[in-house]
């Protein structure tokens, strides 16, 4: 005991103060970025990577004492009702996989100085910034960083976000983020043997930091399109960084010698795939989630409104308007039968058997309409605007239908309904979510 008392006097005599404590053998750092409220992955199609069940699964799987838990930012996906509600379930999950720190992106700073604040106080996972400060008194509306004891090796865990970024929510502004670190520097260095930035910007502002603040040892990203397979060094400084809706998660293992400088360093890019099980406790949450997703629309009329079910703004007298598949059955029978046979006629019941149907996130492209004052509000007041329906593809239908009740003219007078470009099927078939989309192929299968 009194020998290791002395080996670790020897080594802070060698390095000076730069190193107060005995840093631990590793330090383990997982970090998250860009989840944008994918809390897990939706199910449109096979093989879909990310999600908070599997990246606690993950990180499970690797055990390790002396680690730390990291998100970068936007991890929100707005600032919308039901984005905060979604927001509170994904904070709820970061709590308990022990997070130590969720850097204020982009998208936490649109929630505006207020929702911000009161989200922050809610959760146990600390809100750091350097720089999103109050618009009037330019001071910290969260905390400027923490400091974590690992052994008794104290680490240090900063943010920012980068200036150009998405414009922040009422009562917040952006700090240039180089002059706000060097305003901290001076305490952190003090309090701190070791400093993590996280960095909601892309690649060429976090070295741009790294070139001008050799003080910081690790820079977390970020914005980024491709992450980093293997941690790069800039400067001084340690860059790693992962995106795309929280995938993936970013692993970084930080060897130490004894006399406390960093002696290695490894990365590895964790693609959360199917191989990961879900995580009974992270996959709880997001039953809570739903559940509280159900109360509110199946409540009452300020629950709606707390949703924005109810849509600002109306449609202007005489307006066209969605009336539903139903309308359109008189007129249209072959048509009525190809589509009630067809996969878009079971969109709804497809998001029900997942529980799912309460989520505006999924409604989006599960109903018809949804945003819009006719569309699609909820289960108990508009059914009959559940599933993809023919005014998804060709527009709303009101006009057209009273036109040739009224008259059996063929010209349509200004209520003509036409066929959708094949634009308007991307529209819904993204990429990530239909990747076999082909437009021949598909539309055989819905001809009509
Ligand atoms: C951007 C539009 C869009 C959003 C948003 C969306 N979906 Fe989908 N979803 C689709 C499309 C398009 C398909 C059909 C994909 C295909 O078969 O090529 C689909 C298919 C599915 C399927 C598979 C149906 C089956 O039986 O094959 C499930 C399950 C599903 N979605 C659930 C969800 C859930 C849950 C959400 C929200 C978390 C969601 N979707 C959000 C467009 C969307
Ligand atoms: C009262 C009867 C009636 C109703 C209801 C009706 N339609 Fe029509 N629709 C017609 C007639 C008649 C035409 C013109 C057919 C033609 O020109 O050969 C037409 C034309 C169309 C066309 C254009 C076809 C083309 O080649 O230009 C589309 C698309 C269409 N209807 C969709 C719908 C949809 C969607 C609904 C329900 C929202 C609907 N219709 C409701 C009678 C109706
Ligand atoms: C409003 C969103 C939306 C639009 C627009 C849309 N789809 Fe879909 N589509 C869906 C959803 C959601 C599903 C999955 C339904 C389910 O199974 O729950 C789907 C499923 C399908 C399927 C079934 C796929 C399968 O594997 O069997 C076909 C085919 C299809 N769409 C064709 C088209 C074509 C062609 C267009 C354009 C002309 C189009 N869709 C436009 C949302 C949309
Ligand atoms: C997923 C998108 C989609 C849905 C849903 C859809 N349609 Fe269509 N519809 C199309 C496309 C695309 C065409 C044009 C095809 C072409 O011209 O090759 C079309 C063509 C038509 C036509 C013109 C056919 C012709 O012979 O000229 C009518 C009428 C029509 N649809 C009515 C309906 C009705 C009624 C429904 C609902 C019961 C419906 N459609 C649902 C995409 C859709």
Not at 128 to 156: K, L
Not at 416 to 443: G, I, M, Q, V
Request: glycine share 10%; proline share 4%; net charge positive.
């Amino acid at each position: 005991m009194i020998r290791r008392f002395i080996a670790l006097f020897v080594a802070m005599a060698v390095v000076g103060c730069s190193r107060k404590a005995r840093p631990p053998e590793a330090l383990v750092i997982y970090f998250s970025s860009d989840m944008r409220g994918n809390i897990e992955p939706c199910g449109c199609t096979e093989r879909q990577y990310g999600g908070l069940p599997r990246r606690a699964t993950a990180i499970r799987r690797r055990g390790s004492s002396a680690r730390l838990l990291i998100e970068v930012g936007n991890a929100t996906r707005g600032a919308r009702e039901w984005d905060k509600l979604k927001f509170r379930y994904i904070l709820m999950g970061l709590e308990k996989m022990g997070y130590a720190a969720l850097n204020v992106g982009g998208r936490e700073a649109e929630l505006g100085r207020d929702d911000l604040v009161r989200m922050a106080a809610e959760t146990k996972v600390p809100f750091v910034s350097a720089n999103v400060v109050d618009a009037e008194t330019r001071r910290p509306v969260v905390r400027p960083y923490v400091v974590r004891a690992v052994g008794g090796f104290r680490v240090g865990i900063t943010g920012i976000l980068s200036k150009d970024a998405e414009r922040p929510g009422p009562g917040l502004a952006v700090l240039d983020p180089e002059m706000a670190l060097l305003r901290l520097l001076p305490e952190l260095k003090e309090r701190c043997d070791f400093l993590i930035l996280a960095a909601c910007t892309d690649l060429e502002g976090m070295g741009r930091l790294a070139a001008k603040l050799y003080e910081v040892d690790v820079i977390l990203g970020g914005r980024v399109r491709e992450p980093t397979r293997q941690p790069v060094v800039v400067n001084q400084s340690i860059l790693a960084a992962v995106a795309d809706k929280g995938k993936m998660l970013g692993r970084l293992e930080i060897h130490f010698d004894e006399k406390g400088g960093v002696a290695g360093r490894s990365g590895e890019i964790i693609e959360l795939g199917e191989e990961y099980a879900d995580d009974p406790q992270m996959e709880s949450v997001i039953a809570r989630m739903k559940e509280e997703q159900k109360a509110k629309e199946l409540g009452d009329a300020t629950t709606h409104e707390a949703l924005e079910l109810i849509v600002a703004g109306k449609q202007a007298p005489g307006a066209d308007r969605y009336v539903s598949a139903e309308d359109c059955r008189e007129c249209h029978m072959k048509a009525y039968q190809v589509w009630e046979g067809s996969a878009h006629a079971h969109a709804f019941a497809t998001l029900t058997a997942k529980k799912y149907e309460f989520d505006r996130d999924c409604l989006v492209c599960h109903v018809v309409g949804l945003g819009a004052p006719d569309g699609y509000r909820s289960k108990k007041l508009t059914p009959h605007l559940a599933n993809v329906q023919c005014e998804n593809c060709h527009g709303r239908g009101k006009k057209h239908g009273e036109h040739y009740r009224r008259t059996k003219k063929k010209e349509a007078e200004g209520a003509a309904l036409r066929a959708p470009t094949r634009a308007r099927c991307f529209r819904c078939h993204e990429k990530e979510r239909s990747p076999n989309f082909a437009y021949d192929a598909y539309w055989r299968k819905i001809e009509h």
